[in-house]
């Protein structure tokens, strides 16, 4: 499943061109859950999250311009671009570089992809989900290997 779940990546990055920067996966972490919207008391508080074979690949499709694509619980392809999100980079190091995405009105996420100090590539999603039109509040930190990650092409 991970295989071909690539291969659409690959496909879908080559339609449009895009040049690749970073592919991580199978992200975990914690989720905070707040009693609001559609969750109930009994429903809230923290849980354990994992996204097993999930796939967060960076692409850069043009001049300081990119893209986040990732396969989510569901085995769908999403681009945050094309799912309305808006990409920018927060800031850039030698081994290190965050990106946020913005859904205007409802999700902020930030994207940190590194290389530590054992020479291990990894990457770090936090994410805050909120407002009026959104039915499961939740603020979450997850992290994932990478597989490559080229900072010199950013």
């Known amino acids: 499943m991970k295989l071909a779940a690539f291969l659409s990546f690959a496909a879908l990055s080559s339609v449009a061109n895009a040049q690749d920067i970073a592919s991580c996966s199978n ?23 994992k996204i097993t074979d999930g796939i967060t690949k960076l692409v850069k499709t043009g001049e300081n311009q990119y893209d986040l694509l990732f396969v989510d619980i569901r085995k769908e392809i999403i681009s945050a671009t094309q799912d309305g999100g808006k990409v920018l980079m927060l800031n850039k190091g030698e081994n290190v570089v965050s990106f946020l995405i913005v859904y205007p009105g409802t999700t902020a996420e930030i ?13 770090i999603n936090t994410l805050s989900r909120a407002g009026d039109g959104v039915l499961i509040t939740k603020s979450s930190v997850m992290r994932g290997d990478c597989d490559y990650i080229n900072f010199e092409d950013l």
């Open 111 to 123: 994207y940190t992809f590194l290389k530590n100090k054992s020479g291990k590539l990894e990457y």
């Open 27 to 49: 992200p975990s972490g914690k989720g905070y859950y707040p009693e609001l919207g559609i969750v109930s008391k009994d429903d809230s508080g923290w849980e354990d999250e």
